[in-house]
């Protein structure tokens, strides 16, 4: 940048040099164009004594620079510019040298670089060895927790189905132990009184003896008798009846809600009932069968499962010809020909299905307490 600046300066000065010798020569020699009123020039003398010393100074030094001296001129600026180009070249060469040490530095930093990258390579290479070894960890861990997972789940399934057999179990154990504690309980008619008739209906009373077999005590719940006059014109299904008599009461769970006497093992209870036939059931036929139909509603005093004890009696009176079931319409019978008997049908105990045992559990919720035992009770 310098030796630019040098060189236009030179150049410069070399052209303004050109021009003022141009000019003292044009001066000198009187030439351009004057006016009328510069028609003689006053520094013409000077400018022509200047002319003449530079033009001896010219002669002198045309005579002085012969041959010899352009070549030892020649020999000097050649050996400037070798100076000048061995001092170049000393520059180039030193900075040759600094960026050889760049480039040294360079491939130093690049080797270090390659080095590091390699490293980092080898880093990563373990890294990625590393990840997949906890990859495969993972999945061994998921293979793990899974076969865990099942045995908890099988562990689970086993605790259940062993708390439902337990379960079952302590049902069945509860159960044989209701079925062999319960209470049965059963029932005897006497007659007590004679049969007497009127216009309307026959009437007698029956002496109902309530006895418990079993082992925990009887809550009777309800006792339904009800007196059913056969005849050949009135013939009467005694089974169909009895059916109507359990569906009559356990169609209404208030019926079942109160509990009105305790029996216990070994100690009888009694109660009376009075009977009464309809003359309109039996006439015109002239003679009766007379059966007394029932069921006794009861459960053991820890309350739970209602059971029924169901029965059929038959009346009989005494004649001339012996034994009879068949009563004259109309003829009273004194109480001492008159006996009950067990015949063959009915007299079953049975328990109340599970659905009436659910609705008598919520009736019971709010059990009353038990009331005193009852003289009677309305069939």
């Known amino acids: 940048m310098l030796g630019r600046v040098i060189l236009v300066v030179l150049i410069a000065c070399f052209a303004i040099g050109v021009a003022v010798v141009a000019e003292i020569f044009f001066l000198s020699t009187g030439g351009g164009v004057q006016s009328h009123h510069y028609s003689h020039n006053q520094y013409q003398p000077v400018y ?37 180009l061995w001092a170049a070249t000393r520059k180039l060469a030193r900075f040759a040298n600094t960026q050889a040490d760049d480039m040294r530095n360079l491939l130093r930093v690049a ?30 861990q998921a293979k793990t927790m899974a076969a865990s997972l099942e045995l908890t789940r099988q562990t689970a399934n086993a605790a ?61 719940m309800h006792i339904d008798l009800e007196g059913v006059p056969g005849s050949p014109s009135h013939h009467k299904n005694l089974n169909n009846i009895l059916d109507f008599i359990l569906e009559r009461r356990e169609g209404s769970t208030d019926s079942l809600a109160l509990r009105w006497e305790t029996i216990y093992a070994g100690e009888p209870w009694s109660v009376k009932y009075t009977v009464r036939l309809h003359v309109k059931d039996i006439l015109p036929d002239k003679f009766v069968d007379i059966s007394i139909l029932g069921c006794i509603w009861y459960s053991s005093f820890r309350g739970g499962r209602i059971h029924r004890a169901a029965f059929t009696w038959g009346l009989l009176h005494n004649n001339k010809a012996g034994r009879s079931s068949h009563f004259p319409v109309g003829e009273d019978k004194d109480i001492q020909r008159l006996e009950m008997y067990r015949p063959v049908f009915g007299n079953f105990d049975r328990d109340v299905p599970d659905e009436q045992v659910k609705k008598q559990n919520a009736m019971n919720k709010d059990a009353h307490s038990e009331p005193s035992s009852p003289t009677s009770c309305p069939p």
Not at 56 to 83: E, L, P, Q, S
Not at 163 to 179: C, G, H, I, P
């Open 111 to 140: 080797s270090d670089n390659t080095i590091a990258a390699t490293a980092q390579a080898h880093a990563m290479a373990r890294m990625h060895a590393v990840s997949e070894a906890q990859e495969q960890v993972m999945r061994d």
């Open 48 to 84: 022509a004594l200047l002319v003449q010393l530079i033009v001896t100074w010219w002669n002198g030094f045309r005579t002085w620079f012969d041959h010899d001296t352009v070549a030892t001129i020649a020999i000097a600026a050649t050996a400037i510019f070798t100076g000048t």
């Open 160 to 220: 259940t189905s062993a708390a439902e057999a337990a379960q079952a179990a302590n049902n069945l154990s509860l159960e044989t132990f209701n079925v062999r504690t319960r209470p049965i309980v059963s029932i005897t008619l006497d007659v007590d009184s004679a049969i007497v008739w009127n216009d309307e209906y026959a009437e007698f009373s029956v002496f109902a003896t309530l006895k418990n077999h079993g082992i925990s005590p009887a809550q009777i």
